[in-house]
């Protein structure tokens, strides 16, 4: 009996050990470390021990093998054991993430910067502090400072005075508004952003790299300039004394500035020295039909004044400035802001209406007229030198030449004697455009004013004897400005227009000029 109760310890301690074996085996405990999945030896002789409020084990025959039963399958999570019942100092996980002993165990952290480890913990009681890393980034530096590659930042936002200064102070902005600017390269206008006044950023999108257009513009300055008879990138050949004149590279504002110096020099070099064999360039000067600013009394007023000589100084002019380079000019005998009287075709002569003093448009009408005055004036001379003598007073003058016909000397051979037929005029006393005495009275004078009056009253009267002589017929202003105009040579007087037509009338009338009188009844003029 009791052999067989040791056998039946013996069959279970057995039993016991090889239901643990897989569980005590190298890799079961490198895997588990939880002390509810690991077994201890306490446990295998407890499972060993004999129970008592257990039922009795089966009997086994002495010739009967042992039975082997399989092991127990445990089934293992993937999530880390759970750490209750442990201190944080043994503890391996922090959440799901297994700490790192550098981070937090070993109460330091490395810089960044000079990778120096600072203590984060009081020396004193271990708890955290701050302070040793607020002294050690206060006198932290790298061991070799690089400076960090260049950003772009923005500009920082200017106020309204500075953008405006900054437009004003651009050599190409010939005119700026609040939402535009005109450039002074090509001409034309460029709208600025609507949400703020005076943003130059799509300016500066527009605004050509610096010397684009100066090659061009010194190109056709030389290609206009009589006295440049070759011109290449480099030098300009002088049409007066024939010498190559080297020119700067066209990079500043002053690249004509060497050429008219050298003209200047030539031409009094030219004027002062003798004519000899070698330079008989002095000798057909006069008589350069492309010159014909020789004359006296034109020559004063045929260069522009100096304050308005330089382009790029007038750019950067505000009204004041643009005021005074008007009121200098000696053509102009009235400044308004935005109108000037014209002492040579005495008419005003409208400026821009978005600015004030602009010269522009001056500056277009001022070589118009000075072109005009030019060639009366090169007639004239014409005249003078072809004729010997005067004809008297009281003759009658010749008739015009071919030549002189296509310069629309017809007004006095066929207006002319109707004219001393029909007003109260006398051959003895002309008219006053008319009172010189050369062959120069069958020209019409329609550069004054009363030069014009006399052509209205005159183109009146013709219109009067001819076509409107039918009682039924009226004659209106506009009928009457396109008879003056169409009789006009192109490009060679200012154009009549209604208001002059009315005031013409107005004069002719007022004055009584004549036999008869002009009447305006609304647009129709009459003859009474």
């Not at 010159?291 to 006296?296: A, G, L, M, N, V």
């Not at 009394?297 to 002019?317: D, I, L």
Request: with cysteine; hydrophobic share 25%; proline share 12%.
């Amino acid at each position: 009996m009791l052999n067989i109760v040791i056998l039946a310890i013996l069959h279970d301690h057995l039993l016991c050990f090889s239901a643990c074996r897989p569980l005590l085996s190298p890799h079961s405990r490198s895997t588990s470390r939880s002390p509810v999945d690991a077994v201890t030896p306490n446990d295998a002789v407890e499972r060993a021990t004999p129970r008592r409020d257990h039922s009795p084990p089966p009997r086994l025959e002495a010739n009967t093998p042992p039975v082997n039963t399989p092991p127990p399958t445990i089934k293992r999570s993937d999530s880390p054991p759970p750490t209750l019942g442990k201190r944080p100092q043994d503890r391996k996980y922090r959440g799901d993430r297994p700490i790192q002993p550098s981070e937090y165990e070993s109460g330091r952290v490395i810089c960044e910067t000079c990778s120096t480890s600072v203590s984060f913990r009081d020396e004193n009681n271990g708890e955290f502090t701050l302070k040793h890393w607020d002294a050690h980034r206060m006198t932290c530096s790298e061991p070799n400072p690089t400076p960090p590659p260049p950003t772009k930042r923005r500009r920082a936002k200017r106020t309204e005075d500075e953008r405006i200064d900054y437009l004003r102070n651009d050599p190409y902005v010939a005119q700026f508004e609040a939402y535009r600017v005109l450039c002074a390269s090509c001409d034309k206008w460029i709208r600025l952003r609507p949400n703020s006044t005076y943003c130059s950023i799509p300016w500066d999108a527009h605004q050509p790299p610096k010397n684009t257009y100066a090659l061009e513009q010194r190109n056709a300055a030389f290609s206009k300039d009589p006295d440049v008879r070759k011109f290449d990138a480099e030098r300009v050949l002088c049409a007066i004394c024939d010498c190559w004149v080297p020119v700067p590279v066209p990079d500043d504002r002053n690249l004509l500035g060497s050429t008219p110096n050298h003209h200047h020099s030539s031409a009094n070099q030219g004027a002062n020295s003798p004519s000899t064999s070698s330079q008989p360039q002095p000798q057909p000067q006069p008589q350069q039909p492309r010159r014909p600013t020789d004359s006296p009394p034109v020559q004063p007023s045929s260069q522009p004044p100096p304050s308005s000589t330089p382009a790029h100084e007038s750019r950067r002019r505000n009204a004041e400035q643009r005021a005074a380079t008007l009121r200098a000019d000696a053509l102009i005998l009235s400044v308004e802001p935005n109108r000037v009287f014209c002492s040579l075709c005495q008419k005003w002569v409208q400026l821009r209406q978005d600015s004030s003093f602009c010269a522009y448009p001056w500056l277009q009408h001022r070589g118009k007229c000075l072109m005009r005055s030019q060639k009366r004036a090169q007639k004239e001379r014409e005249q003078r030198h072809s004729t010997s003598a005067p004809y008297p007073v009281h003759a009658h003058p010749p008739r015009p030449r071919a030549d002189e016909d296509a310069e629309g000397s017809w007004d006095e051979d066929v207006v002319g004697p109707r004219v001393s037929g029909s007003v109260s005029f006398t051959p003895a006393q002309p008219p006053p455009p008319r009172t010189s005495s050369s062959s120069t009275s069958s020209y019409v004078d329609l550069d004054s004013p009363d030069g014009r009056l006399s052509h209205i009253h005159t183109s009146l009267i013709h219109l009067f004897r001819t076509t409107y002589s039918v009682p039924d017929t009226d004659l209106t202003v506009a009928a009457l400005v396109g008879f003056l105009n169409a009789g006009m040579p192109e490009d060679r007087w200012e154009e009549f227009d209604l208001r002059e037509g009315r005031a013409g009338r107005w004069c002719l009338g007022s004055r009584g000029r004549g036999e008869r009188r002009v009447e305006l009844e609304g647009d129709i003029v009459r003859w009474r």
